[in-house]
């Protein structure tokens, strides 16, 4: 009875450690994961790159609202 359940003990390690994904199909969602990440850093830094022209044009406007508002100030 012994050796029945032990076999039958080895039998279900077996098949519970064959029912994991393969290595192919860890490498492929490895893939995956590795190409969304940097998916995601290109946008970030697309981002911030408009954030920073954004900022400048900004400042580049209010440096122009200055000099304007100072031109007319004086003209009178």
Avoid: H, W, Y
């Amino acid at each position: 009875m012994k050796k029945i359940f032990l076999f039958i003990g080895i039998i279900s390690s077996f098949f519970i450690s064959s029912c994991g994904p393969s290595s192919e199909e860890k490498a492929k969602r490895d893939k995956e994961i590795a190409d969304s990440i940097a998916t995601e850093e290109a946008a970030i830094m697309e981002l911030e790159v408009q954030k920073a022209e954004a900022i400048k044009d900004s400042i580049a406007k209010a440096n122009s609202a200055k000099t304007d508002s100072v031109t007319t100030v004086s003209d009178k």
